[in-house]
């Protein structure tokens, strides 16, 4: 191991905790919150099986609003709601606010398009069979979509790992902010490019990780 990674060890470990923290909340906001939003937005479009523009157009309103933020203004924008949550803006934390935010709003929108890769001969002889609404999303639509799902929150996480960069504006920290503080501000440009290579890695293990479960579980 180079001397230089010796030397900021302990501190490499921290920031690739720091980032694995904002990234983990951001993922189960992502689970939790978005894949229901984009599950609503197809159901409620034009000729689908909960058909509701007020609620569609809402809904997609709000989430082409958060995703055409640039994030570094959206971070910036919601300090007072995040204040307002956590009690304070700065931190790791406090970084897992507008990280869930904008988790909420990639998410739901990947989970959308992948709905509407179901044929929808699927949906019809679905309902046809007298299946309920949650039957249908749980026992046809996401099982039909599932490779796409996971592609979808495999392509988010490597998103959020890149948003969890800009963080350090609000002192949120991890392996990102550690590079850049670390590495170009000091002028430390192996230590640098030693962090960006770690990042490269980490983001390539998921992709492959990503792509093999959504390859093993389509049955298509």
Not at 188 to 217: A, E, H, N, P
């Amino acid at each position: 191991m180079p001397d230089i990674l010796v030397q900021y060890e302990a501190e490499i470990w921290s920031s690739i905790g720091e980032t694995f923290v904002m990234v983990g909340v951001s993922v189960l906001a992502a689970i939790l919150v978005g894949l229901p939003v984009g599950t609503l937005l197809f159901l409620c479009r034009k000729n689908q099986i909960l058909e509701n523009q007020f609620v569609f157009s809402s809904l997609n309103l709000l989430v082409n609003i958060v995703r055409s933020f640039p994030f570094l203004l959206l971070v910036v924008f919601l300090i007072p709601f995040t204040r307002l949550i956590m009690g304070t803006a700065i931190g790791t934390a406090a970084a897992t606010i507008p990280l869930s935010i904008i988790a909420i709003a990639h998410y739901s929108r990947l989970v959308e398009q992948s709905l509407l890769d179901v044929p929808k001969g699927v949906i019809e002889a679905a309902v046809s069979m007298g299946a309920s609404v949650k039957e249908v999303v749980f026992k046809f639509l996401y099982v039909e979509a599932r490779s796409g799902l996971v592609l979808g929150l495999t392509t988010s996480i490597i998103s959020f790992i890149s948003y969890s960069t800009i963080m350090g504006v609000v002192g949120g920290g991890g392996i990102g902010d550690f590079a850049i503080r670390y590495g170009y501000q000091q002028f430390k440009t192996d230590l640098m490019i030693y962090v960006i290579i770690i990042m490269v890695i980490l983001v390539q293990l998921l992709q492959f990780v990503g792509t093999t479960v959504s390859r093993l579980i389509d049955k298509r």
